[in-house]
Every structure is written in C-alpha cells, then in structure tokens.
C-alpha cells in the first residue's frame, strides 16, 4: 500500500536533548512537509521542502531542524532549543507544482516532555 | 498571518441529524480542502474544491466553495457515530497550506 509512514507514534524528551521524528513516503511525491498541532488550534507549517536537498522553513521552525537527502525521507528533529516541544507532530506530502495540490497526511508522532 | 475561520469550534449532535459547518477568510482563496481528523490520527482529505460557486459531494458530505470565494461550507447529512473527529477547511496562500482551527464534531447514538 502507498502511504505516508511516521515513528515512532509516541516519543518522549527529556530535557536538553534532541530528539529525530522518523517520516516515509512510498508515494512518489516531490514534496513533503511538517505540521504541528496542539490541542484546539490547526495545523502550523514547521519545514517544508519541495525537492531533494532543498527545504524552507515554515511559520514556527524555530526550535526545529530538517534535511532532505532522499526523496522518500524527510526527518524532523526537535532540538533543546524547542522550549515547548510537546505537540503532536504530523508529516504530509504532495505531488508539489501548484500549492492547490491536496497534501496527504501521515497517522502522526505525539512527543511530550519526561 | 493569514487565517481561516470555522465556525462552530464543536457541535454535539443526535445520531440521524444533519451538520453543517462554514470556513471563513478575509482574503480570497482559489482553492478550498476540507480535512477530517478522527482521534490519534493525521487529517484525511474528503472534498477539493477548485471553482467558485462549485457543489462537490462525497457520500453524504457535501461542500461548497463560496461565490465570493472567501468562504466554503460542509454539510453532513443523517449523521452516524463514525461522523465523529475534527473537520478541517484548508486553502493555499503564498505556496503554503493554510488551515483552520477545526470544528469537532460529536455524535451521540
């Protein structure tokens, strides 16, 4: 099956270490994306990036760092500088070209603080 | 930045009845997606809309992209217990996906 695959499911942080949020497409998208929401509010863009080896940073990417070195990989890392980290994190991908082009979600990674 | 509004933020409905929920914006979008996320789950995409005026149905859900193009309603008709999550509208803006802050929707057998 084709899909957008996230882990861990559940992750904890202790404090001052980073942590890497694992996301997979088999789907052959060019571009892939991270979300994070908390409870009540939509989705806010954290890094998105539209070909390999090339990522922007979204709304709230401070805290946060990416990379891009293959098209169906695109880990997230929350650093010791993300203050508030917990959240329930949530990667998608599209064809890219027009931003029109529906994003598919995966089943997300909710990271709380030990 | 730019916003969407829902409205209501969360409905508690009878089993059977209908629902209807609206997206609003102060700025015009070409595009309208609507998003339902059940709980421990990422977002599902149930309708796109890309043309003003334009009626998209899937099943019993039913939405529309306003004429002004600054607004977009669902419908969902005789709800059933699975109806239950979090819908999302969502629209592009400068590249990016901009969403809403979702309306929860419960439905009590």
């Known amino acids: 099956d084709g899909g957008i695959t996230q882990s861990p499911k559940y992750l904890f942080r202790k404090e001052g270490q980073n942590v890497t949020l694992s996301c997979e497409q088999n789907?052959?998208?060019?571009?892939m994306y991270w979300y994070r929401q908390d409870p009540g509010q939509g989705l806010r863009l954290i890094y998105y990036?539209?070909?390999?080896?090339?990522?922007q940073k979204g709304d709230i990417a401070e805290g946060y760092s990416v990379s891009r070195e293959k098209k169906e990989s695109f880990p997230l890392t929350v650093t010791s500088a993300q203050k508030n980290p917990t959240a329930f994190y949530l990667c998608?991908?599209?064809?890219?070209?027009?931003?029109?082009?529906?994003?598919?979600f995966g089943d997300g990674t909710r990271l709380s603080i030990l | 930045g730019q916003q969407l509004n829902q409205s209501p933020q969360s409905m508690f409905i009878q089993e059977g009845e209908d629902v209807s929920m609206n997206c609003t914006s102060s700025?015009?979008?070409?595009?309208w997606l609507w998003y339902k996320q059940e709980p421990g789950e990422g977002p599902v995409l149930l309708i796109a809309?890309?043309?003003?005026?334009e009626l998209t149905s899937n099943g019993r859900l039913t939405a529309q992209f306003g004429i002004t193009r600054k607004d977009s309603f669902l419908n969902i008709s005789a709800s059933i217990p699975s109806d239950v999550g979090i819908y999302f509208c969502?629209?592009?803006?400068?590249?990016?996906?901009?969403f809403g802050q979702g309306t929860e929707l419960s439905v009590k057998p």
């Open positions: 809309l890309y043309k003003a005026g």
């Open positions: 998608a991908s599209n064809r890219g070209g027009p931003s029109t082009e529906p994003q598919h």
């Open positions: 789907l052959n998208h060019d571009a």
């Open positions: 990036s539209q070909i390999v080896n090339d990522f």
């Open positions: 969502a629209g592009p803006q400068g590249g990016k996906l901009i």
């Open positions: 700025s015009i979008f070409n595009t």
